[in-house]
């Protein structure tokens, strides 16, 4: 059990539990980003559905279900971006050309398609009926791929199949941008409450809401109603990388389960293992993991444009504070000039010119990532000398924008361009 998770001590305390027949029906994982939450969420789906012996090869009708995550008693809701792993599973495809590579690549595109799960929705809900023609399209370019890759080796296209794969990924960020929810609405965790009233079709059913913590404040009191009294054939299995910002009264009711962020070893085997690839030498992509770093490759931009454009950014409320004769602190002003002379910018330092580096923040994760830049360089600010009082209350000022304009896009959908803006001209006044 549990064979494709790497270096984490808690599935000792999963398979003891699982053993011992004493797992609750309802369970936290919680930890760092890319610390195999979801990959263990998956894998405890297929084992409690298990009607074999559990292994991963069991070749029960069940665990083939879950394995290829087409099974009618397993649904998965939480926002997720998905477009770095479809990337990397496609280029792991390619180049091992392996079944398990294939199998990847599939469960990579289904982590994103089971989110628009017909039984998840209202059939006139504007989002959905957005999504439906982008999951009829992935649904035929899926099954021509799976098709197309079941015929023996000498038969195989490659050629053909990685246009069929680029066609598939673009398909899927297009579905990702425009489609997406950022925080778990309460239609949903009605529509899960309705479902998992109803009796399963094999032995149980199981309830994976990844990112709880973002849930509108609606939906937690709704799941918190399933949670007081569960159906006794159903699993729920909750993950977060912000276990403080789950309501007490959800936390009282699950088991948490801690994930710990891997050795630097332990990431260069996931990335051979998994995704077939060569890893770093070293961590260069901000304060991120190393498997993280691999996955960031895939990104529309690179981490060169995503660190200029926070430059730019921080210059741009520069020249708003010297326009009203605010003081800047000057540790800070340092910091990014000692960036700049070794680059030399691509655009201007206009928002809108920002926005078109990171080309257009259609990836949220290229916004997240512009956020922590930006925090870096206040870090490197804060670290260059001695501040004044003032100062260190405008550091932390910014520091408070920063973490608003995060949580402006990804909680409330709102324009990064609109978001920033603002951002800029608050920090300008808090200056």
Known sequence: MFENVIEQQTIKLLIDDITAHTLPPSILFSGPEAAGKLTTAL???????????????????????????????????????????????????????????????????RKLTARFDARLWEPTETRFLKAAPLLATLDEELVGFIDATTKTDSTIDYTKIEKQIDKICATAEKLQHDCMYESIPIDQVRKVSAWVRLMPIGKRKTVIIENADKMQESARNAFLKILEEPPEYA???????????????????????????????????????????????????????????????????????????????????????????????????????TYRKTILPKTGSGISEII???????????????????????REGLRAGTLSAKETETYANFSKLLHTAQSSVDIFNLSPQAVLENCAEQMKEVC
């Not at 809701?77 to 990847?104: M, N, V, W």
């Not at 454009?309 to 326009?323: D, H």
């Not at 080309?359 to 949220?364: D, L």
């Open 235 to 337: 699993t729920f299995i909750l993950t977060t990388a912000r276990r403080a910002a789950i309501i007490p009264t959800i936390l009282s009711r699950v088991r948490t389960y801690a994930f710990v962020d891997r050795s630097f070893d332990a990431e260069k085997e996931v990335i051979e293992r998994v995704f077939r690839a060569v890893p770093p030498d070293e961590k260069n992509f901000g304060q991120v993991s190393l498997l993280q770093q691999y996955l960031y490759s895939f990104l529309p931009v690179s981490e060169k444009d995503i660190k200029e454009a926070a430059a730019l950014f921080l210059e741009n409320m520069f020249e708003r504070s010297s326009a009203q004769k605010k003081a800047i602190p000057e540790t800070l002003f340092v910091s990014v000039q």
């Open 356 to 378: 078109k580096l990171l080309q257009g923040c259609k990836s949220r994760t290229v916004y997240r990532l512009f956020l922590a830049h930006v925090i870096l360089f206040l």
């Open 43 to 109: 894998e405890l789906s297929r084992i409690v559905s298990c009607t074999g012996n559990a292994e991963w090869s069991c070749a029960c009708p069940s665990c083939l279900k879950q394995r290829e995550m087409t099974s009618p008693d397993f649904i998965i809701i939480g926002q997720r971006d998905t477009g770095c792993e479809i990337r990397a599973a496609a280029h792991a495809f390619l180049s091992a050309k392996t079944i398990p590579s294939r199998y990847l690549f599939i469960r990579s595109i």
